[in-house]
């Protein structure tokens, strides 16, 4: 069974960068689409980005620019790096895994963190 586990959330001022990470065990990420999510206080969950099986990622246009996912298959982790951040980005973030996506289309994700806050704040 996949377990992921989300870290890098912190206190960050309008500006700054944050690097999380989502580290996999259990299985192999080899084969999974990795997807990072949101959610902000009172607001819904939302994509934020994806990485697929062959290193293709795809941003929503909040993250484009901005935000940058890679994917470290030897260390069976992968990484959203945040630059430039805003008040707006405030939330808990969340990976989530899919096997064989390739990041286009609808999107179920079995797997799912337990997530990490990030809050961006003066």
């Known amino acids: 069974q996949l377990q992921l586990v989300e870290s890098g959330g912190g206190l960050v001022q309008p500006g700054g960068s944050l690097r999380l990470s989502c580290a996999a065990s259990?299985?192999?990420?080899?084969?999974?689409?990795i997807g990072w999510f949101r959610q902000a206080p009172g607001k819904e969950r939302e994509k934020v980005s994806c990485?697929?099986?062959?290193?293709?990622?795809e941003y929503e246009n909040s993250a484009k620019g901005r935000f940058t996912m890679s994917r470290d298959n030897a260390k069976n982790t992968v990484y959203l790096q945040m630059n430039s951040l805003k008040p707006e980005d405030t939330a808990v973030y969340y990976c989530?895994?899919?096997?064989?996506?390739?990041?286009?289309?609808?999107?179920?994700?079995?797997?799912w963190g337990k997530g990490t806050l990030v809050t961006v704040s003066s």
């Open positions: 989530a895994a899919e096997i064989y996506y390739d990041c286009t289309g609808p999107s179920r994700m079995d797997y």
């Open positions: 990485i697929s099986s062959r290193n293709s990622t």
């Open positions: 259990g299985e192999s990420l080899d084969y999974f689409a």
